[in-house]
């Protein structure tokens, strides 16, 4: 069964809730997601780098964990892409 971007933005959520990044410093997010953190950037009007923008958008989470699962695979997706986004997130998206 291929898990849908719905079943992925709820763990992310859930991550993000949990505070999973507490304490933790920067995660670099693999090179292979890196253009679908730069793509979902883009269309919701934010700079990559801008965590308090683009954190809090689904959008981005949307658009960025399908590309993920192209480019980086599903077990890479959701044991290196989704928690250095949400250390990231949780670090400098307050």
Do not use: W
């Not at 949307?62 to 986004?85: D, F, I, Q, R």
């Amino acid at each position: 069964m291929k898990p849908t971007t719905l079943t992925l933005s709820s763990l992310f959520a859930l991550l993000t809730t949990l505070n999973f990044a507490q304490g933790q410093a920067d995660m670099v997010v693999p090179a292979c997601a890196r253009p679908c953190l730069e793509i979902g950037a883009k269309a919701v009007g934010c700079r990559v780098d801008d965590y308090k923008c683009g954190c809090p958008v689904e959008t981005l989470k949307n658009m960025m964990v399908p590309c993920s699962y192209t480019n980086c695979g599903v077990a890479k997706t959701y044991n290196e892409v989704l928690p250095a986004v949400v250390v990231n997130c949780n670090t400098h998206g307050q």
